[in-house]
């Protein structure tokens, strides 16, 4: 691998609405870098590869250079288009006439690796066209649209999916890029090239290359960069009335007030989740269940603490440990604190020694200190992975 005339074409040109991600997919961050950087990177760090053209989609344009980082490769940018294929033809529009072999990547496999890149490289200078692409594992049947029945099972051993980076000599890519210039569909480049009539080589793709599309796929490329503990902090306080129970991490307490709110004004779960939601930049349990809503009218504590840690589940987070200072004029908080971790723990899915809660009064000082309100400080520590 000596030819370092290779450029890359990055497809960033979509908005990734599948992903269901307040921002578009390719500006997701992945453990401090971004899906676009990270597949930057891996093209940038090839020897090879002497220019990367990344297509944006054009309102990005601007912040393009930021959005980036620094590269060692010439980096160029060109707006992107509304098929993918014409995307890909404003990448190949911006990238110099010196680039012989030119491959076409889409910014959503960050997986990509150099010995992938290696193999597309050889076999485009090889044969013009090349695809890498896995073996499908599974049973591939062919349904028309619009009538649930099989009409074919197809034989498994010619079913191949492709990925990419897709590489190509320039005059293929040129050929292929014409054809879809002139009407021609296609969902990859590598169809245009067989609907040019060019010969595509297969190379063997890697299952790890895969495309982040679904939410789910966002949560488990974060979960393989996103390894370092996060912590956060919480505080909840409630206003004592008379007539209303007194409810702690599911538990209650023999008194002659409880917490005024919306909910059952559970401070030691209320501050715990606020706590887990903040150590991972999730916001806090009054985005998560509005005190507006209905369907959270008297919920229970405990219970929006078990919503709260399926929530954090399905982002790829579980608590570690967790630390609430309850504090309280009255009544006694010690003889219920052992059945107040117990319910905490089990929530959490924890040991009851990874789940601390401590009392303490204020000594007269102030509202809380009058008993006319209970707080509640929280901080948990979030590691990555689902509840055990
Ligand atoms: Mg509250």
Known sequence: ?????????????????????????????????????????????????????????????????????????????????????????????????????????????????????????????????????????????????????????????????????????????????ALGASGVEATDEAMLAEKAGRPVEVVPGDERNGKITTADDVMKAKQQFDTAPRVGTGYDLHRLVEGRTLVLAGEVLPFAAGPLGHSDGDVVCHALADAMFGAVGAGDIGQHFSNIDPRWKDIAGLDLLGRSVTLLAERGWRAANVDVTVILERPKLVPHLPAIRANLAAVLGLAVEQVSVKGKTNEGVDAVGRGEAIAAHAVALMVPGARP
């Open 1 to 177: 691998m000596t030819d370092a005339r290779v450029g890359v074409i990055i497809v960033a040109g979509g908005r990734g609405v599948r992903a269901g991600t307040a921002v578009p997919k390719q500006l997701v961050d992945l453990g401090g870098r971004t899906v676009l950087q990270r597949s930057v990177a891996a093209f940038d760090a090839h020897p090879a590869v002497a220019t990367v053209v990344v297509v944006l989609p054009p309102d990005l344009l601007p912040e393009a250079p930021a959005l980036v980082g620094p590269t060692r490769a010439v980096c160029l940018f060109a707006p992107g288009g509304t098929r993918r294929q014409d995307s890909v033809r404003a990448g190949l529009a911006a990238m110099p006439a010196e680039i012989a072999v030119i491959l076409v990547h889409d910014a959503a496999r960050p997986f990509v690796d150099a010995a992938l890149i290696d193999r597309v490289i050889a076999a485009a200078e090889r044969t013009g066209a090349v695809v890498p692409a896995v073996p499908a594992r599974d049973t591939v049947k062919r349904v028309p649209a619009g009538r649930p029945l099989v009409t074919e099972t197809i034989p498994r051993d010619e079913i191949w999916l492709a990925q990419t980076p897709q590489g190509f000599t320039r005059e293929v890519l040129e050929a292929a890029v």
